[in-house]
């Protein structure tokens, strides 16, 4: 039996990364016509086509599909093989780290954990940058180090994920509104002039969902695109936001919160990472931190 050439599996956990031999032969630094042999003899030696046509672009098969985490898995063990054991001298890193959060997750815990990495490791930066979606292609493609959020359908399979916390929606409005006084029914609050927090310009949400039954129906005046937009809006006007609580505390200050009078399912809220930074000691002390801030 011949000798597979594992060269191979680098090749192919490109092409199933990227679905195009243009952008996987740029990531390779090769040439398209390298990277074009390279996937016939990828298909020769798997039997299978693994990337069709389809209109303009390419489209993994089914079986490219059930290879992809298994073969993202190998290359990062083997390079995890290879690489060099390194003891982290902290005080000499120096080194930035791009970080993606949704709004909220700055404010609240940024503070302690910049603190923290000034401390123990003075050479370090972090970048964040605002999460517009829960696309998992910037972790892929290495544009982002870190990432906080809820793992959800759109979250890629090999992308490595460990809860930060619990979180939950509450109500918010500004002191002296009539919420800020007394019980808090369904139908008090559903009657109330409300901002809808949507990314996606959706009006509808868990809320709705959860006062539907009781046959009631928020007024929903306005849609924002972020939590600071809505806290902003509520504490000008008489307006209610309805925002996560451990994720707003600090934008909240000075406002009346209280709990939704409906039951809305809590949330974990999670650190999210490429496998191919798992064994990074920098990474893995990076991770650390960001766990003992939040679980502070």
């Avoid at 956990?13 to 016509?33: C, F, M, T, W, Y």
């Avoid at 990432?147 to 930060?164: C, F, I, M, N």
């Avoid at 002296?176 to 009006?203: K, M, N, Q, W």
């Amino acid at each position: 039996m011949s000798t597979p050439d594992l060269n191979l599996l680098v090749t192919l956990d490109v092409l199933l990364a990227e679905g195009s031999v243009a952008r996987a032969a740029q990531r390779l630094r090769l040439s398209p016509s390298a990277m074009s042999r390279a996937l016939a003899r990828l298909r020769e030696t798997t039997g299978d086509p693994l990337l069709v046509r389809a209109g303009r672009g390419l489209v993994p098969t089914s079986r490219a599909i059930e290879l992809r985490e298994q073969v993202s898995q190998l290359v990062e063990g083997g390079k995890a093989v290879l690489r060099p054991t390194e003891r982290l001298n902290l005080k000499q890193l120096v080194r930035t780290f791009t970080v993606r959060t949704r709004e909220g997750f700055v404010e609240n815990f940024g503070p302690a954990l910049i603190a923290r990495i000034g401390d123990e490791a003075p050479g370090v930066r972090l970048r964040f940058v605002q999460k517009p979606d829960k696309e998992s292609g910037p972790l892929r493609d290495g544009a982002v180090d870190l990432e906080t959020g809820v793992v959800g359908k759109s979250t890629s399979p090999e992308v490595r994920a460990q809860a930060l916390f619990r979180d939950r929606f509450i109500g918010v409005v500004r002191m002296g509104h009539p919420l800020s006084r007394g019980e808090i029914t369904p139908s008090h609050y559903s009657a109330g002039r409300h901002i809808c927090v949507s990314r996606r310009d959706f009006d509808k949400g868990p809320i709705d969902e959860a006062l539907e039954p009781l046959g009631l129906e928020r007024q929903i005046v306005t849609i924002v695109g972020g939590f600071s937009a809505a806290l902003a809006l509520a504490r000008a006007s008489d307006l209610i936001a309805s925002v996560p609580e451990r994720h707003t505390g600090n934008l909240r200050a000075g406002m009346h919160s209280f709990p939704l009078p409906v039951s809305i399912p809590e949330f974990t809220i999670s650190l999210l990472w490429h496998p191919r930074l798992d064994a990074d000691p920098a990474h893995r002390w990076l991770r650390g931190c960001v766990r003992d801030v939040c679980a502070e």
